[in-house]
């Protein structure tokens, strides 16, 4: 499972664009990047999911570069409710049998008024 | 989307006394996870099982058991339980679009 990097925590203010990157150098070919938000209290609950490129919905974007070893959650205009704990998951998620899921630090994005 | 419960959301408990925390999924998933998550710690992977019967350790398993004897059930126990296993513990089930879906989460104090 590729190791991940992230910032520990970020500031931001409400309305702004917010882009939280991830360090995945050892990603594999299979592997593909999951975001988590986590609010406190709460088990974390998925995001976005990309292999390569732009993936887009409803409340994020995710900017995979070509080489995949890093990759960007970009949430825009953020509002107070943005504020939780960030994770990226890095993970040959769709195969089935043995998967261990490891998590790493994450980044605690605090919105402010 | 997947469903997943856990039994109990607070729990205070003994030191010495065996927890039982269950969790059930509502789909026919294989791969299901147990984490504990502690304050500037993160979550910390526990155990977890890719089939029924099959359980393998995650980084922090010293002190805890599991049980898997149902694909939609996968059980933490604490065989003994002692005041640094305080924690909050979360119980996943990996749907296979690669979303995991997390339950609520079990607050255990251990006294």
């Known amino acids: 499972l590729a190791k991940t990097t992230q910032p520990i925590s970020m500031d931001s203010y409400e309305g702004q664009e917010v882009n939280i990157t991830c360090s995945h150098n050892?990603?594999?070919?299979?592997?593909?990047i999951t975001w988590y938000q986590q609010f406190p209290s709460q088990g974390p609950r998925f995001i976005i999911q990309?292999?390569?490129t732009k993936v887009t919905n409803e409340v994020a974007s995710l900017f995979i570069p070509a080489d995949r070893k890093s990759s960007t959650l970009s949430l825009p205009r953020v509002s107070l409710s943005d504020t939780a704990v960030y994770y990226c998951?890095?993970?040959?998620?769709?195969?089935?049998?043995?998967?261990?899921?490891?998590f790493g630090t994450g980044t605690r994005l605090l919105v402010s008024p | 989307d997947v469903k997943v419960t856990q039994s109990s959301r607070y729990l205070v408990k003994r030191t010495g006394e065996k927890v039982f925390l269950e969790c059930v999924q509502d789909?026919?998933?294989?791969?299901m996870f147990w984490y504990r998550q502690d304050p500037g710690l993160g979550l910390r992977l526990i155990y977890f099982?890719?089939?029924?019967?099959?359980?393998e350790k995650g980084d922090i398993p010293e002190g805890y058991s599991v049980s898997r004897e149902k694909k939609e059930r996968f059980s933490l126990i604490l065989e003994s339980a002692s005041t640094n296993q305080t924690s909050m513990y979360l119980c996943?089930?990996?749907?296979?679009?690669?979303?995991?879906?997390f339950g609520e989460g079990s607050r255990l104090t251990v006294l």
């Open positions: 998951l890095v993970g040959d998620f769709r195969n089935t049998g043995f998967q261990k899921l490891v």
């Open positions: 050892n990603i594999a070919t299979n592997d593909y």
């Open positions: 990309g292999y390569k």
């Open positions: 789909m026919d998933h294989e791969n």
């Open positions: 099982s890719y089939d029924v019967k099959m359980k």
């Open positions: 996943a089930a990996l749907k296979n679009t690669g979303e995991l879906f």
